[in-house]
């Protein structure tokens, strides 16, 4: 099990920063790759081409803002989930990530999630419809969440 995360630029490290330690905890390795679906699309086509033969069970999570072709170039290339997690650090730039993201062409199935941590709950949901162990442990998670609120 990996989740690629592909930023559309070095400046959204900082946003992503942790979340593969996140991952990580959980058993799932995680790749950080930068690669603009505007910049340099060829990098984008041979990495989804790639994993695209890849008998691994993948999840993408792309993170790119203002006209984000990376989500849709990644969804409409790739036989593996897309999650889409805009970055922002203003309400300005929230406004304009998040519109950007949530127009996407038909066929090109991008899921959008805000929060990254439920973006790691989410990867970790569709990686345990097919490892029992994780959704022991997911189930176990819920179960942890739910009892802080039962004392």
């Known amino acids: 099990m990996k989740v690629v995360m592909i930023l559309g630029s070095e400046s959204d490290k900082d946003f992503v920063a942790g979340m593969d330690n996140d991952f990580e905890k959980w058993g799932i390795t995680a790749e950080v790759i930068v690669a603009s679906a505007h910049k340099v699309p060829e990098k984008v086509f041979e990495i989804v081409s790639e994993n695209n033969k890849s008998d691994e069970d993948i999840v993408y999570v792309t993170v790119a803002g203002r006209s984000n072709g990376l989500s849709g170039v990644t969804a409409a290339n790739s036989v593996h989930p897309v999650i889409a997690c805009p970055p922002f650090k203003t309400k300005e730039d929230f406004m304009i990530n ?40 997911v189930a176990a998670h819920i179960a942890e969440i739910k009892e802080k609120f039962n004392k």
Do not use: C, E, Y
Not at 100 to 124: F, G, H, R
């Open 98 to 137: 998040i519109n950007s993201t949530l127009v996407m062409p038909s066929d090109t199935p991008v899921l959008t999630v805000i929060d990254k941590q439920n973006v790691v709950m989410a990867v970790l949901r569709i990686f345990a419809l097919k490892d029992s162990g994780l959704r022991a442990k």
